[in-house]
């Protein structure tokens, strides 16, 4: 009932509090024979990693990640390689400052999960949130440094496609531009404005939202279920399991509401390889649960991040009315930190889904159009 595993196959188990020693993760399930270096999963810690702009918290944490078990340097290639047993992944803490939570550690602070850890534990760890704070993620990014590895030709991305009411323009869509800007935004103008609109933000003491996008490519078709292991509701739930996060939505999402069945429906052609080509992707890459082949595409809201400078109003462990505003170093947008973690979880979903469906069914299938 400890509920801090995820995963199925490819599974870890995450621990570590946001002011403690160390956070980490045991990734277990991974097959053997997969080069894999530190150095590999590092790039994607890098992209988390707090205190690189001033549009995301100060805290400087380098994030640097040891492997302790579940990999052997091959002789014959001199590669390191998995073993198939599992891979302790492990990052120190280094820059807690625990003192500038003191003045509020008997205050639940307003969108915070303390008043909720305190009702369901007994116990609310004030110093940055313990083990509901976001530095918890570090260690899913590193799993799914591993997952990316597993499924052959599988490309993640992400992109925040929208800051506050402020929308990126989806015909400057350039995904060489993500990594140009402190946003990871694909639209370089959109980029720009949000240098300005976030610094307002930030210099006011308060905070924003945003909606981030993960594409998938290089999926092979047929990963998923139709029922109770569906594809897509596996991305959903470990999407919505990111911090902060309050909705998600696959393909098109809430949009196809307006839409007519003519609109929606992904129509098919036979392409000249012998296989069928979609004219549009309305479903995001999965049908009845399965994937298709297509691009997997999701997005997620991301709420305003709630440590802020504006006093506001609030209860605490005694029962007494009292306002509150929170010091310490805390992202102004909590969403363009995300981008790295959606990816993640993204990769280690699919990862889950290519080991089960191997499991099932074998390397391969014929198309519905060979002979069998």
């Known amino acids: 009932m400890s509920f801090n595993t995820f995963g199925h196959l490819f599974r870890f188990t995450s621990f570590g509090e946001s002011h403690g020693a160390a956070i980490g993760c045991v990734v277990d399930g991974c097959p053997p024979r997969i080069p894999v270096t530190a150095e590999e999963i590092q790039v994607f810690l890098d992209k988390r990693r707090p205190g690189q702009s001033r549009f995301t918290t100060q805290r400087q944490e380098p994030d640097a990640v040891k492997i302790l078990s579940g990999v052997f340097t091959d002789e014959a290639t001199g590669q390191q390689v998995t073993t198939g047993t599992p891979i302790m992944l492990l990052i120190e803490n280094v820059d807690q400052r625990s003192k500038d939570y003191s003045e ?48 052959p030709g599988l ?42 609109y976030l ?26 279920a139709p029922i109770y292991a569906k594809l897509d509701g596996d991305i959903a739930g470990a999407l919505m399991g990111i911090n902060a996060v309050k909705g998600v939505e696959i393909g098109d999402g809430f949009a196809v509401a307006e839409l007519s069945g003519e609109d929606n429906a992904d129509e098919m052609r036979m392409g000249n390889d012998g296989k069928p080509l979609f004219l549009s992707n309305h479903a995001g890459g999965v049908l009845g649960g399965i994937s298709t082949g297509q691009a997997i595409v999701a997005r997620f809201a991301v709420k305003p991040t ?67």
Not at 119 to 130: E, F, P, T
């Open 155 to 196: 490309v993640v991305r992400g992109a925040l496609v929208q800051m506050g009411p402020h929308k990126i323009d989806r015909s400057r869509w350039d995904w060489a531009e993500v990594d140009k800007n402190p946003f990871f935004c694909p639209d370089p103008v959109q980029a720009k404005f949000y240098e300005e």
């Open 104 to 151: 509020i550690k008997d205050k639940y602070r307003p969108g915070h999960a303390g008043f909720a850890y305190d009702v369901k534990y007994g116990i609310n760890d004030y110093r940055g949130g313990g083990r509901s704070s976001a530095r918890e993620t570090a260690a899913r990014v590193a799993a799914g440094a591993i997952a990316r590895k597993i499924v």
């Open 306 to 372: 709630s440590s802020i400078l504006t006093p506001r109003k609030t209860v605490d462990r005694y029962g007494t009315n009292t306002e509150l505003f929170t010091k310490g170093r805390h992202d102004p947008c909590v969403g363009i930190r995300a981008v790295p973690i959606g990816e993640a979880m993204v990769a280690c979903v699919i990862a889950d889904h290519y080991l089960m469906h191997r499991g099932q069914v074998g390397e391969s299938l014929p198309w519905p159009f060979e002979k069998r």
């Open 199 to 224: 610094d307002g933000v930030r210099k006011s003491g308060s905070s924003i939202g945003a909606v981030i996008e993960i594409v998938a490519e290089g999926v092979p078709s047929g990963l998923g």
